[in-house]
């Protein structure tokens, strides 16, 4: 398991590395200048990591703040003079816009390059590979959103943000057992992406995530 998850993250993060140094190879005059064993160059290849790590803080903490601003805080004080209490609404639109999250963005099933190269080149143990994979992306969405909660949650308390955020992991691990269900039972990749009823449920979800508060009625979320 341990060799699985080094290996996968080497992987990774090197598939990282050789595209941005492809990138800067596409750049029409900085790619004369750079050589052909570009990717052969130490120096460059350890600023490519470093820019790699870099970019894995941003979309980490930085995906969710932009989440958080433009779909929660943006509307939060106009939706909260319907309601009792900020934090209701707040909690109220975080909750059914997990639940798109989870219809949406179960993760398990999409396909990338580092993927394809682990499983079909390396030969990996496809379970193994897929779940470390998953849980890593799992942990990521838990710590990100976590700070971000404590940041910019108003006067919710942190027992709370960790509550809400476990409840919201939950709900992704359902809807990822319900696709590999339906995969087991029907051996076709039902992606998060291709199914109709997710896409009506999640338009019926966003609805209620904004409906509810400006019609001045609240969701209990006391479950999560």
């Known amino acids: 398991m341990f060799k699985t998850l080094r290996i996968s993250f080497t992987l990774k993060n ?35 990591f470093i820019l790699a790590l870099f970019w894995e803080v941003v979309v980490l903490f930085g995906g969710k703040l932009l989440y958080l601003a433009l779909f929660i805080l943006s509307v939060q004080d106009f939706l909260t003079r319907a309601a009792e209490t900020s934090n209701q609404v707040f909690l109220h639109i975080l909750l059914f816009l997990s639940l798109v999250g989870a219809l949406l963005n179960t993760g398990i099933c999409d396909p990338s390059k580092d993927k394809y190269y682990a499983l079909i080149s390396l030969r990996m143990d496809a379970k193994q590979y897929t ?3 998953y849980f890593y992306d799992l942990a990521k969405t838990f710590i990100g959103f976590v700070v971000m909660l404590m940041l910019f949650g108003r006067t919710l308390s942190p027992g709370l943000c960790i509550l809400v955020l476990l409840g919201f992991i939950e ?33 019926l979800f966003l609805f209620l995530a904004y409906s509810l508060p400006f019609l001045g009625m609240r969701c209990r979320i006391g479950c999560l």
Do not use: C
């Open 171 to 203: 709900l992704k691990l359902f809807m990822a057992g319900d696709f590999l269900k339906e995969y087991a039972s029907q051996r076709m990749i039902l992606t998060d992406k291709s199914s109709k009823k997710v896409w009506m449920l999640s338009a």
């Open 131 to 133: 779940l470390i994979n």
């Open 14 to 48: 090197t598939y990282r590395v050789n595209a941005i140094l492809f990138a800067l190879k596409r750049i029409p005059l900085l790619g004369k200048i750079l050589p052909a064993s570009l990717y052969r160059v130490r120096g460059l290849k350890i600023v490519a």
